[in-house]
């Protein structure tokens, strides 16, 4: 099968292998990305009403407010009242969630080393100048799509997710 998408038109060949890699990248890439994607939120923020962490994540308040209980359940994740606003409470990571942030860091970027390890420096700095032209492009297309996420917040994910490369 996956040879035959070798045969197919150039278009239909370049979008299904964009789509192999989004699936891979979507259910291969650990377990709990989830949590993985929270980790590095809180660690990048500190401290987040849960309000603003659904806004970056993109995620519907029942999902987030699912992994969160079992975060919660399993140590990973403290709510405290904001120091700001006595009303309103933060998410923060517990010591023992910024350990496990760490580790969750570390597998992860072993993972990228290890995907990418087939690409020499120039094809990776190719690849990225394309992907952003790409990525850039898509905010001009205008399809009917109920189940795409609000422009904004997968926008300010993107974001979080090229700094955590950067760094």
Do not use: W
């Not at 891979?24 to 890439?29: A, E, G, I, S, T």
């Not at 939120?41 to 849960?50: E, I, K, N, R, T």
């Not at 919660?72 to 933060?90: F, H, N, W």
């Not at 990525?135 to 996420?149: E, G, M, Q, Y």
């Amino acid at each position: 099968m996956l040879e035959d998408r070798k045969k197919a038109p150039r278009n239909a060949r370049i979008i299904t292998d964009l789509r192999i890699c989004g699936h891979f990248l979507h259910f291969k890439m650990g377990e709990k990305a989830g949590r993985r994607r929270i980790f590095g939120v809180l660690s990048y923020h500190g401290a987040l009403p849960q309000r603003r962490l659904q806004e970056i994540l993109g995620l519907s308040s029942g999902s987030l407010s699912e992994i969160l209980a079992k975060m919660e359940a399993d140590g990973l994740v403290e709510k405290r009242r904001s120091p700001v606003d006595g009303r309103q409470m933060e998410l923060r990571l517990s010591e023992e969630g910024r350990r496990e942030a760490h580790e969750a860091q570390r597998q992860h970027e072993a993972r990228v080393a290890e995907i990418l390890a087939c690409l020499s420096e120039e094809e990776k700095e190719q690849m990225l100048i394309l992907l952003d032209k790409l990525v850039d492009s898509l905010d001009d297309i205008h399809f009917p799509c109920a189940a795409c996420a609000p422009r904004q917040a997968a926008a300010d994910d993107a974001e979080y997710e090229r700094q955590e490369v950067r760094s």
